[in-house]
């Protein structure tokens, strides 16, 4: 399932990878997204996704989409469902995910003993997740990469000044030689998920190698992550002014 305005784009032999080509969309030649009209037939609104420019993809919307949004959103939906569409839309947000990681071109040969040219993906990934909604995700990525590594990151609001606190943090030992998938469902303020980014940074990822997995964002939240890192990939399947923030509690029972 491809983003919107997803392209390859080779890669120059200066970078880390000189052969490939790298699923990283949205290099200076690509068009800009076509204006829009609002709900109401009016200009759109402040801080859409086209105005947050192109490191925040959405995934394509679709009836199936919209459905899993609508149940997990629903008051009235049983903790069962939650958790099933829940997983559902998780499997397609990190099946997307892992189509913007980079991967080189190869040659296989079938049973028949026909040649087939196809490509594979480059190793030196992980995902990382910030507890406890991020760990939600990880079976999702797991299901998809059964043995990637996956670090966690505790951040919680201090209870005096309200300010994101890291309180735990654990990567994998060459966690800046790889890229990395964070993983968070919910990005209402973006706070957490700044202070998430930092970390990594002091770890030595550059921004650039981060892919943000989320479910649902809103717009102050994504705008607020990239502004603070350009470079970051974000990925979502909505942007909306309000957020399912109950997500976590629903998801692990504890509503």
Do not use: W
Request: charged share 20%.
């Amino acid at each position: 399932m491809p983003c919107h305005n997803q392209q390859l784009n080779n890669v120059s032999s200066g970078q880390e990878h000189p052969v490939k080509q790298v699923r990283f969309a949205n290099s200076g030649n690509v068009p800009a997204a076509l204006p829009h009209c609002g709900p109401t037939g009016g200009p759109k609104q402040p801080d859409s996704p086209e105005d947050l420019g192109p490191q925040l993809k959405l995934l394509p919307l679709n009836d199936q989409i919209r459905e899993l949004q609508t149940i997990i959103r629903d008051k009235t939906t049983s903790r069962g469902d939650f958790v099933f569409c829940a997983d559902r839309l998780i499997r397609l947000v990190v099946e997307e995910g892992l189509n913007q990681l980079p991967y080189s071109e190869c040659t296989v040969t079938t049973p028949t003993g026909y040649k087939y040219e196809g490509v594979k993906f480059e190793r030196g990934n992980c995902g990382v997740s910030i507890m406890r909604s991020g760990e939600a995700m990880e079976q999702g990525l797991r299901d998809c990469c059964r043995s990637i590594r996956i670090g966690k990151i505790l951040i919680q609001s201090d209870e005096e000044t309200q300010k994101a606190k890291v309180y735990y943090a654990k990567f994998p030992p060459d966690v800046y030689r790889r890229k990395v998938l964070l993983m968070y469902p919910i990005l209402s303020t973006g706070n957490t998920v700044i202070e998430a980014v930092k970390v990594l940074i002091e770890h030595g990822v550059q921004p650039r190698h981060i892919i943000l997995l989320s479910l649902f964002s809103t717009p102050h939240g994504a705008k607020s992550i990239v502004q603070e890192f350009p470079d970051i990939t974000i990925l979502t399947t909505e942007v909306h002014p309000v957020a399912p923030t109950h997500f976590g509690q629903r998801y692990f029972g504890t509503d």
